[in-house]
Protein backbone atom coordinates (compact mmCIF):
# COMPACT_ATOMS: atom_id res chain seq x y z
CA UNK A 1 0.00 0.00 0.00
CA UNK A 2 0.75 3.78 -0.83
CA UNK A 3 0.16 5.32 2.43
CA UNK A 4 0.34 9.43 3.35
CA UNK A 5 -0.22 10.71 6.71
CA UNK A 6 -0.51 13.90 8.27
CA UNK A 7 0.93 15.94 5.40
CA UNK A 8 1.55 19.34 5.91
CA UNK A 9 3.86 21.75 3.62
CA UNK A 10 4.55 25.17 3.64
CA UNK A 11 6.12 27.87 1.05
CA UNK A 12 6.97 30.86 2.98
CA UNK A 13 4.64 30.11 5.78
CA UNK A 14 1.86 29.74 3.32
CA UNK A 15 0.66 26.13 3.55
CA UNK A 16 0.44 24.13 0.59
CA UNK A 17 -0.69 21.21 1.53
CA UNK A 18 -2.39 21.23 4.32
CA UNK A 19 -2.47 17.75 6.73
CA UNK A 20 -2.75 15.23 4.20
CA UNK A 21 -4.03 12.47 4.40
CA UNK A 22 -4.35 9.31 1.73
CA UNK A 23 -4.15 5.82 0.84
CA UNK A 24 -3.54 4.07 -2.35
CA UNK A 25 -4.17 -0.23 -2.76
CA UNK A 26 -2.20 -1.91 -5.62
CA UNK A 27 -5.28 -2.53 -8.10
CA UNK A 28 -7.15 0.43 -7.91
CA UNK A 29 -7.09 3.49 -10.26
CA UNK A 30 -7.26 6.77 -7.67
CA UNK A 31 -7.96 9.44 -9.80
CA UNK A 32 -7.28 13.44 -7.73
CA UNK A 33 -8.89 16.19 -9.14
CA UNK A 34 -8.93 19.52 -8.19
CA UNK A 35 -8.71 23.77 -9.38
CA UNK A 36 -5.52 24.99 -10.57
CA UNK A 37 -3.40 25.84 -7.93
CA UNK A 38 -5.01 23.36 -5.72
CA UNK A 39 -2.02 21.66 -4.69
CA UNK A 40 -2.20 18.22 -6.63
CA UNK A 41 1.44 18.79 -8.44
CA UNK A 42 2.83 19.32 -4.72
CA UNK A 43 1.03 16.43 -3.10
CA UNK A 44 2.73 14.28 -6.30
CA UNK A 45 5.89 15.14 -5.34
CA UNK A 46 5.50 14.20 -1.73
CA UNK A 47 4.37 10.98 -2.72
CA UNK A 48 6.72 10.18 -5.53
CA UNK A 49 9.91 11.20 -2.79
CA UNK A 50 10.95 14.05 -5.21
CA UNK A 51 10.04 16.66 -2.31
CA UNK A 52 10.93 15.95 1.14
CA UNK A 53 8.34 16.78 3.91
CA UNK A 54 9.48 17.76 7.56
CA UNK A 55 5.68 16.89 8.61
CA UNK A 56 4.10 13.66 8.14
CA UNK A 57 5.10 10.56 6.39
CA UNK A 58 4.92 8.71 3.28
CA UNK A 59 5.06 4.86 2.96
CA UNK A 60 5.47 2.66 -0.09
CA UNK A 61 4.81 -1.17 1.23
CA UNK A 62 5.42 0.15 4.65
CA UNK A 63 8.81 1.63 4.39
CA UNK A 64 9.48 5.36 4.63
CA UNK A 65 10.09 6.43 1.62
CA UNK A 66 13.36 8.63 1.77
CA UNK A 67 14.74 5.49 3.76
CA UNK A 68 14.72 3.04 0.29
CA UNK A 69 17.73 3.76 -1.64
CA UNK A 70 17.19 5.35 -5.01
CA UNK A 71 17.11 1.50 -6.69
CA UNK A 72 14.58 0.18 -4.40
CA UNK A 73 12.23 3.15 -4.70
CA UNK A 74 12.34 2.56 -8.57
CA UNK A 75 11.43 -0.77 -8.41
CA UNK A 76 8.74 0.04 -6.17
CA UNK A 77 7.28 3.04 -7.92
CA UNK A 78 7.29 4.84 -11.40
CA UNK A 79 6.84 8.83 -11.87
CA UNK A 80 5.22 10.65 -14.82
CA UNK A 81 5.78 14.36 -13.50
CA UNK A 82 3.51 16.87 -15.59
CA UNK A 83 6.67 18.17 -17.65
CA UNK A 84 9.82 15.88 -18.03
CA UNK A 85 12.31 17.96 -20.46
CA UNK A 86 14.71 16.21 -22.46
CA UNK A 87 18.13 18.46 -23.87
CA UNK A 88 19.83 15.41 -25.49
CA UNK A 89 18.67 14.51 -29.37
CA UNK A 90 17.13 11.68 -28.74
CA UNK A 91 14.83 9.44 -30.55
CA UNK A 92 11.48 8.26 -28.90
CA UNK A 93 12.60 4.94 -28.46
CA UNK A 94 16.40 5.86 -26.75
CA UNK A 95 13.50 8.32 -24.91
CA UNK A 96 11.44 4.38 -24.09
CA UNK A 97 14.85 2.91 -23.50
CA UNK A 98 15.97 5.15 -20.28
CA UNK A 99 12.59 3.49 -18.40
CA UNK A 100 15.18 0.98 -18.62
CA UNK A 101 17.71 2.30 -16.17
CA UNK A 102 15.58 1.63 -13.28
CA UNK A 103 14.19 -1.48 -14.15
CA UNK A 104 15.34 -5.53 -14.30
CA UNK A 105 13.52 -6.26 -17.16
CA UNK A 106 14.46 -10.17 -18.01
CA UNK A 107 13.94 -9.40 -21.86
CA UNK A 108 14.55 -5.56 -22.53
CA UNK A 109 14.08 -5.25 -25.95
CA UNK A 110 11.07 -7.72 -26.04
CA UNK A 111 9.61 -5.04 -23.53
CA UNK A 112 10.19 -1.72 -25.39
CA UNK A 113 8.55 -3.11 -28.47
CA UNK A 114 5.92 -4.41 -26.54
CA UNK A 115 5.53 -1.12 -24.38
CA UNK A 116 5.66 1.11 -27.86
CA UNK A 117 3.07 -0.93 -29.33
CA UNK A 118 0.77 -0.36 -26.34
CA UNK A 119 1.15 3.27 -26.21
CA UNK A 120 0.66 3.98 -29.43
CA UNK A 121 4.14 4.85 -30.53
CA UNK A 122 5.72 1.99 -32.31
CA UNK A 123 5.58 4.09 -35.62
CA UNK A 124 7.64 6.98 -34.14
CA UNK A 125 10.38 4.87 -33.06
CA UNK A 126 12.90 6.49 -35.13
CA UNK A 127 11.98 10.23 -34.96
CA UNK A 128 14.16 12.75 -32.91
CA UNK A 129 12.07 12.95 -29.69
CA UNK A 130 12.17 16.94 -29.97
CA UNK A 131 10.37 16.96 -33.17
CA UNK A 132 7.35 15.00 -31.85
CA UNK A 133 4.13 16.37 -31.14
CA UNK A 134 2.71 16.99 -27.87
CA UNK A 135 0.48 14.36 -27.73
CA UNK A 136 3.14 12.06 -29.26
CA UNK A 137 5.47 13.14 -26.66
CA UNK A 138 3.39 12.64 -23.97
CA UNK A 139 3.02 8.57 -25.24
CA UNK A 140 6.09 8.16 -25.48
CA UNK A 141 6.72 9.34 -21.92
CA UNK A 142 4.19 7.36 -20.69
CA UNK A 143 6.15 4.41 -22.94
CA UNK A 144 9.35 5.00 -20.47
CA UNK A 145 7.25 5.06 -17.28
CA UNK A 146 5.85 1.70 -18.31
CA UNK A 147 9.02 -0.10 -18.84
CA UNK A 148 9.95 0.49 -15.10
CA UNK A 149 6.85 -1.51 -13.28
CA UNK A 150 5.41 -3.75 -16.41
CA UNK A 151 6.79 -6.81 -15.64
CA UNK A 152 5.06 -9.04 -13.06
CA UNK A 153 6.60 -8.51 -9.42
CA UNK A 154 5.79 -10.58 -6.52
CA UNK A 155 5.46 -7.42 -4.29
CA UNK A 156 2.90 -4.72 -4.44
CA UNK A 157 3.82 -1.18 -7.17
CA UNK A 158 2.22 1.82 -7.55
CA UNK A 159 2.33 4.66 -10.65
CA UNK A 160 2.31 7.91 -10.21
CA UNK A 161 0.83 10.10 -13.20
CA UNK A 162 0.55 13.60 -13.03
CA UNK A 163 -1.96 14.99 -16.17
CA UNK A 164 -0.75 12.05 -18.69
CA UNK A 165 -4.18 13.13 -21.04
CA UNK A 166 -2.97 16.74 -20.89
CA UNK A 167 -1.79 16.79 -24.53
CA UNK A 168 -3.87 13.76 -25.83
CA UNK A 169 -6.88 13.89 -28.30
CA UNK A 170 -9.98 11.90 -27.05
CA UNK A 171 -9.11 8.46 -28.28
CA UNK A 172 -5.84 8.84 -27.21
CA UNK A 173 -7.34 9.82 -23.50
CA UNK A 174 -9.04 6.60 -23.34
CA UNK A 175 -6.59 4.73 -24.64
CA UNK A 176 -4.38 5.53 -21.78
CA UNK A 177 -6.68 5.53 -19.03
CA UNK A 178 -7.38 1.81 -20.79
CA UNK A 179 -3.64 0.94 -20.42
CA UNK A 180 -4.05 2.23 -16.49
CA UNK A 181 -6.67 -0.04 -16.37
CA UNK A 182 -4.73 -3.22 -17.42
CA UNK A 183 -2.27 -2.80 -14.71
CA UNK A 184 -4.60 -2.90 -11.55
CA UNK A 185 -4.88 -6.58 -12.56
CA UNK A 186 -0.46 -6.69 -12.43
CA UNK A 187 -1.39 -6.04 -8.68
CA UNK A 188 0.02 -2.20 -9.05
CA UNK A 189 -1.75 1.05 -7.77
CA UNK A 190 -2.38 3.83 -9.97
CA UNK A 191 -2.49 7.21 -8.85
CA UNK A 192 -3.31 9.98 -11.33
CA UNK A 193 -3.99 13.48 -11.98
CA UNK A 194 -6.65 14.53 -14.25
CA UNK A 195 -7.90 17.51 -15.17
CA UNK A 196 -10.91 15.49 -17.42
CA UNK A 197 -13.49 14.55 -14.52
CA UNK A 198 -15.68 12.68 -16.82
CA UNK A 199 -12.32 10.82 -17.78
CA UNK A 200 -12.43 10.18 -13.42
CA UNK A 201 -15.85 8.83 -13.40
CA UNK A 202 -15.39 6.07 -16.03
CA UNK A 203 -11.50 4.78 -15.14
CA UNK A 204 -11.22 5.84 -11.38
CA UNK A 205 -12.13 2.99 -8.33
CA UNK A 206 -11.23 6.17 -5.96
CA UNK A 207 -11.51 9.94 -6.45
CA UNK A 208 -9.38 12.50 -3.94
CA UNK A 209 -11.30 16.25 -4.86
CA UNK A 210 -8.49 18.94 -3.07
CA UNK A 211 -9.18 22.47 -2.81
CA UNK A 212 -6.51 25.26 -1.09
CA UNK A 213 -4.60 22.29 -0.24
CA UNK A 214 -7.28 20.52 1.92
CA UNK A 215 -8.70 17.22 1.01
CA UNK A 216 -11.82 18.47 0.44
CA UNK A 217 -13.70 15.06 0.35
CA UNK A 218 -12.10 11.19 -0.93
CA UNK A 219 -13.37 7.86 -1.56
CA UNK A 220 -15.43 5.60 -4.21
CA UNK A 221 -16.24 7.87 -7.41
CA UNK A 222 -20.04 7.52 -6.16
CA UNK A 223 -19.70 9.18 -3.30
CA UNK A 224 -17.00 11.56 -3.58
CA UNK A 225 -18.78 13.07 -7.36
CA UNK A 226 -21.74 14.89 -5.88
CA UNK A 227 -23.02 17.88 -7.44
CA UNK A 228 -22.79 20.28 -4.57
CA UNK A 229 -18.99 19.07 -3.52
CA UNK A 230 -17.93 19.69 -7.22
CA UNK A 231 -19.51 22.81 -7.73
CA UNK A 232 -18.22 24.52 -4.67
CA UNK A 233 -14.51 22.73 -5.07
CA UNK A 234 -14.84 24.39 -9.17
CA UNK A 235 -16.26 27.43 -8.03
CA UNK A 236 -18.40 26.19 -11.40
CA UNK A 237 -21.98 25.35 -11.60
CA UNK A 238 -21.89 21.39 -12.50
CA UNK A 239 -24.51 19.29 -13.28
CA UNK A 240 -24.65 15.39 -13.00
CA UNK A 241 -26.45 13.51 -15.74
CA UNK A 242 -27.46 9.63 -15.90
CA UNK A 243 -25.47 8.39 -18.77
CA UNK A 244 -28.36 6.84 -20.91
CA UNK A 245 -26.38 3.92 -22.02
CA UNK A 246 -23.86 2.96 -19.24
CA UNK A 247 -26.61 4.06 -15.64
CA UNK A 248 -23.18 5.75 -15.10
CA UNK A 249 -22.65 9.43 -14.38
CA UNK A 250 -21.97 12.39 -16.74
CA UNK A 251 -20.80 15.40 -15.76
CA UNK A 252 -21.79 18.70 -17.44
CA UNK A 253 -20.08 21.97 -16.85
CA UNK A 254 -22.24 24.17 -19.16
CA UNK A 255 -24.44 26.58 -17.06
CA UNK A 256 -26.54 26.40 -20.05
CA UNK A 257 -27.11 22.95 -19.19
CA UNK A 258 -30.10 24.10 -16.71
CA UNK A 259 -32.34 25.95 -18.72
CA UNK A 260 -32.57 23.17 -21.86
CA UNK A 261 -33.21 20.23 -19.16
CA UNK A 262 -36.83 20.47 -18.34
CA UNK A 263 -37.76 21.12 -14.48
CA UNK A 264 -38.90 17.33 -13.41
CA UNK A 265 -35.99 15.93 -15.13
CA UNK A 266 -33.91 18.34 -13.03
CA UNK A 267 -35.14 17.31 -10.11
CA UNK A 268 -34.51 14.30 -11.07
CA UNK A 269 -30.68 14.21 -11.63
CA UNK A 270 -30.26 16.70 -8.32
CA UNK A 271 -31.26 13.21 -6.46
CA UNK A 272 -28.14 12.00 -8.39
N1 LIG B 1 8.20 26.38 -5.62
C1 LIG B 1 7.12 27.09 -5.34
N2 LIG B 1 7.25 28.34 -4.86
C2 LIG B 1 6.15 29.09 -4.55
N3 LIG B 1 4.88 28.65 -4.71
C3 LIG B 1 4.71 27.42 -5.19
C4 LIG B 1 5.81 26.57 -5.53
N4 LIG B 1 5.32 25.39 -5.98
C5 LIG B 1 3.97 25.50 -5.94
N5 LIG B 1 3.61 26.71 -5.46
C6 LIG B 1 2.24 27.19 -5.27
O1 LIG B 1 1.53 26.14 -4.62
C7 LIG B 1 0.19 26.11 -5.10
C8 LIG B 1 -0.11 24.70 -5.56
O2 LIG B 1 0.61 24.45 -6.75
P1 LIG B 1 0.48 23.06 -7.52
O3 LIG B 1 1.39 23.11 -8.70
O4 LIG B 1 0.69 21.97 -6.55
O5 LIG B 1 -1.04 23.10 -7.98
P2 LIG B 1 -1.87 22.12 -8.93
O6 LIG B 1 -3.09 21.74 -8.19
O7 LIG B 1 -1.01 21.03 -9.41
O8 LIG B 1 -2.25 23.09 -10.11
P3 LIG B 1 -2.48 22.86 -11.70
O9 LIG B 1 -3.81 22.14 -11.86
O10 LIG B 1 -2.54 24.25 -12.25
O11 LIG B 1 -1.33 22.06 -12.26
C9 LIG B 1 0.07 27.15 -6.18
O12 LIG B 1 -0.53 28.31 -5.63
C10 LIG B 1 1.52 27.42 -6.58
O13 LIG B 1 1.67 28.75 -7.01
Request: charged content about 20%.
Amino acid sequence: MLRASNIHFCIKNRAIIDQMNLELNPGEILAVLGPNGAGKSTFFKILSGEIACKQGTVHYNGKLVHHLQPKQLAAIRSVMPQHSQLNFPFSAEEVVRLGLISSSARSPEHLISELMEVTNTAHLKEKAFNHLSGGEKQRVHLARVLVQIWENKPFPRFLLLDEPTSSLDIAQQHAVLKILDRLKSRNIGILVILHELNLAIQYADKIALLKNGTLVKTGEVHAVMEKETLAHVFDHPIQLIKNPYTGGLIVSSSPEIMSTISSSKLSYYGNL
